[in-house]
């Protein structure tokens, strides 16, 4: 599996960005989604998550109600918008899929497969 994140960038703080996670290599629908993201001298943590049909998504508490997941399965891609953003989002964002068997959604990196490049969002206060 092929992963390409996009649409990182630098924006000021209240304001959002859309991004982008384009899949390859296997059937999209056989994938569960997810965002990570690190900060400088921090562990890479869970931002969101969502299921193979995209009818079951899972939020950090930290972006609950200000980032949205959600997946095209026609175009191979998730994405992630991320409204009302904060210095404190600053991070390297990543995508990552999850080709086993659970039905839910995994929180922890390890039980992810495969990952993106990672993509630098920058909220400036």
């Known amino acids: 599996v092929q992963l390409q994140a996009s649409g990182g960038g630098l924006v000021q703080a209240g304001g959002s960005l859309r991004l982008s996670c384009a899949a390859s290599?296997?059937?999209?629908?056989?994938?569960?989604m997810g965002w990570f993201r690190q900060a400088p001298g921090k562990e890479r943590e869970f931002v969101a998550g969502?299921?193979?049909?995209?009818?079951?998504?899972d939020y950090a508490e930290s972006v609950k109600g200000r980032f949205t997941i959600s997946r095209d399965n026609a175009k191979y891609t998730v994405y992630l918008q991320m409204d009302s953003l904060k210095p404190e989002d600053t991070a390297v964002y990543y995508c990552?899929?999850?080709?086993?068997?659970?039905?839910?959604?995994?929180?922890?990196?390890?039980?992810?497969?495969?990952w993106g490049q990672g993509t630098q969002v920058t909220v400036s206060s």
């Open positions: 990552a899929a999850d080709v086993g068997f659970y039905s839910g959604i995994y929180t922890s990196r390890q039980k992810y497969d495969y």
């Open positions: 290599g296997r059937t999209f629908t056989s994938l569960t």
């Open positions: 969502i299921s193979r049909s995209g009818g079951t998504t």
